[in-house]
């Protein structure tokens, strides 16, 4: 099996659905940082058959409302010193805000600068949020 | 109840007694006007309209002039910096160092609420896109409470453009609130009501809704008649607007099987959708709601500033 060196401080995220970690990477923006990260795809996984994991080094601070838009099912582990400090599942989140737009055209958050799209979820199977200004339902989509 | 400081971005920021305490006033207001006639004296009213509404900002105007108070503003984006680009929250945080209260008149949806997080004073939404319009609606039932006595127990059709008519949107919220009320939702298939709406009064509601495309249907069975218009900006072609815009045109024969006292409604202005020999039937009752709309918002503006204190209003 592929074996990739295990990161003394950082973090993992695990338990991604395979194929989601790519979108996750580049939603992340982690194609442009310039510390180590690993994106491992389809490894063997005994809950999902195969899953994705992304690990971070040197880095903590994760936007984890992102990661349970894309994959609500992800776990993110904490490690410094070598050990794993905490584990998390992340959820959907209850509250959105900047993290995608609303899809009112006519929507204030799509044409003035100075406000940022905030949303509350409506819907979780389906990931459906309600805009906090014109009222309308997004589903989001990545 | 004091309902000073308060905004009135959405018909449900307000309790069902608050919006009773609103239309009990007006109808003081109404009875009596010289008691109210200095109550705002010294108050400024600002109206930010970044799109034209001659009417709701006259009435506006009009309400807080027969208080005793005064007004300043702009009625058009283009006339003001808001057409060099400036955001609403800035706008809004000038204003607010120039007034006591503001309404906003708006295109984009949302944007009185996005004031509303700026502003210290009272933000009223005077209408936003096709989203709410919270005055109307208070409007709509101090005329209902005027001519019915009160406000429970009936059958209401709305008609014409459900999807963009903010009138429809807040109207219905509302309504469903109060008792044992069945609403008919007449419209072309393209222009029905927002699920995010219906979705919002089925479930929060006991309400009775019918969805149909046919006014001759229902017109017998109605307490209410509420009409809207089809509007031409609301289109994203003129070919659908064309062959739209005549579905629903309501005439005096139109009205002959409907009930002695039905009401007849419309947030006006109209374009055809009611046809003039219409508007000498008693039932026609849109002129005189743009009556009511004058004594409805002297009540909210007044209750949000909190002059009412020393004013017996029983
Ligand atoms: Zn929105």
């Known amino acids: 099996m592929l074996t990739v060196n295990s990161i003394k401080n950082g ?6 659905k395979s194929g989601n970690g790519l979108k996750i990477f580049e939603k992340l923006n982690l194609t442009k940082v310039d510390y180590p990260v690993v994106l491992l795809m389809n490894v063997e996984s005994d809950k999902l058959e195969k899953k994705d994991i992304i690990k971070i080094q040197d880095k903590i601070d994760v936007d984890l409302a992102m990661l349970g838009l894309i994959d609500p099912n992800i776990t993110v582990n904490i490690i410094k010193n070598g050990q794993r400090i905490e584990k998390r599942k992340v959820g959907v989140p209850q509250k959105v805000k900047g993290l995608f737009k609303c899809s009112n055209p006519r929507c204030i958050s799509n044409h003035d600068l100075y406000v940022e799209p905030s949303f509350n979820l409506i819907d979780e199977e389906k990931v459906k949020y309600q805009c906090e200004y014109c009222d309308d339902f997004t589903e989001y989509r990545i | ?12 920021n307000f309790t069902l007694a608050e919006i009773d305490q609103i239309l009990t006033i007006a109808q003081d207001m109404q009875k009596e006007p010289p008691k109210y006639a200095e109550v705002c004296k010294g108050k400024i009213l600002a109206t930010c309209f970044y799109e034209p509404s001659t009417r709701t900002r006259l009435s506006f105007e009009s309400a807080m002039l027969k208080m005793g108070g005064n007004v300043l503003g702009f ?15 800035d706008t809004v945080r000038v204003m607010d160092a120039y007034s006591d209260i503001i309404v906003m008149r708006h295109n984009r949806e949302g944007a009185p609420k996005l004031a509303s997080n700026f502003s210290s004073v009272p933000i009223i939404n005077g209408g936003d896109g096709g989203h709410q319009h919270p005055t109307q609606t208070l409007t709509d039932l101090l005329t209902i409470k005027n001519l019915k006595g009160e406000i429970k127990n009936l059958k209401v059709a709305l008609c014409g453009d459900l999807k963009y008519g903010r009138t429809v949107h807040s109207l219905i919220k509302t309504l469903a609130r109060y008792e044992n009320m ?8 393209q222009l029905k009501i927002p699920n995010y709406i219906k979705e919002y009064v089925k479930s929060n509601y006991n309400v009775k809704i019918v969805e149909t495309e046919n006014l001759d249907d229902v017109i017998s069975e109605i307490d209410i008649l509420y009409m809207t218009r089809i509007q031409r900006e609301r289109f994203f072609n003129e070919e659908d607007y064309v ?11 139109k009205i002959q099987s409907a009930k002695e006292d039905m009401l007849i409604m419309h947030p006006l202005p109209r374009v055809n959708e009611i046809y003039c020999d219409v508007d000498d039937d008693k039932r026609a009752v849109y002129f005189y709601q743009a009556k009511c709309g004058v004594y409805v918002r002297m009540s909210l503006m007044a209750n949000l500033l909190g002059v009412l204190d020393d004013v017996n209003c029983k």
């Not at chain 2, 009625?75 to 929250?89: L, M």
């Not at chain 2, 062959?243 to 024969?253: A, H, M, V």
């Open chain 1, 11 to 16: 973090i993992v995220i695990d338990h991604i």
């Open chain 2, 1 to 12: 109840m004091s309902l000073k400081g308060r905004h009135l971005i959405d018909p449900s």
């Open chain 2, 75 to 89: 009625s058009e984006a283009s006339s003001s910096s808001v057409s060099k680009g400036e955001s609403v929250a």
């Open chain 2, 182 to 189: 069945s609403f008919y939702l007449i419209s072309p298939q």
């Open chain 2, 243 to 253: 062959k739209l815009k005549d579905s629903y045109i309501l005439t005096k024969n």
